[in-house]
């Protein structure tokens, strides 16, 4: 099972489209949708990043656990199954799932980029790194690029993982912080 693009076509997305849902278990994004891929174990971590347009899914596992987290436009991607937590992205918002031995939860915010700054976001977020993932997508008519960036990194039981998504013609960078720990 995939979260799949109802369309499979580029369609313009907005950051107020966006949702955070969680779901239990290994979920990947649909491959013909994926701008760019990576696989990374992170000590007891294996992350699986995919970056879909102006979204991303992300799927954690560890000791016999997994989460998918997935952030996109829910008018353009579905999934084939309820997700356990889904929020808009249009305020801040915290999502939490827990086992009995792990907990992964996601903060959210919303930053205005100033007239003129545009370039200086998309510049920083796509620089090349060990720990992270981006890519850039068509944005809008006037031939803009948005960017989406994951970074991670983990501390012995406890791994960090941080979006930024980059709307130029809005003006507007979205961004997550989930934090996922084991053995709590």
């Known amino acids: 099972m995939t979260i799949a693009a109802r ?3 580029y369609v313009p997305q907005q950051a107020a489209d966006l949702r955070l849902s ?4 290994y979920l990947p994004a649909d491959p013909a949708w994926v701008l760019a891929e990576r696989r990374v174990s992170l000590g007891p971590w294996v992350l699986h990043a995919q970056i879909v347009g102006a979204s991303h899914v992300v799927a954690v596992s560890g000791d016999g656990f997994a989460v998918t987290e997935a952030i996109v436009a829910h008018s353009v991607h579905a999934a084939p199954v309820k997700p356990e937590r889904s929020v808009p992205l249009t305020e ?3 999502a939490r799932l827990e086992g009995t031995d792990w907990a992964y939860a996601v903060t959210t915010a919303r930053r205005a980029v100033a007239a003129g700054e545009t370039e200086g976001w998309e510049a920083r977020l796509l620089e090349p790194g060990r720990h992270r993932l981006s890519a850039a997508y068509p944005s809008g008519p006037e ?11 983990a501390v012995g039981r406890s791994l960090r993982l941080e979006s930024f998504h980059l ?3 809005e003006a507007v960078v979205v961004t997550t912080v989930t934090w996922c720990e084991m053995d709590r």
Not at 22 to 25: A, D, M, T
């Open 7 to 9: 369309e499979r076509r």
């Open 22 to 25: 969680l779901y239990r278990g």
């Open 92 to 94: 801040p918002a915290v």
């Open 143 to 153: 031939g803009r690029r948005g960017v989406t960036l994951l970074k991670w990194g």
């Open 167 to 169: 709307y130029p013609d």
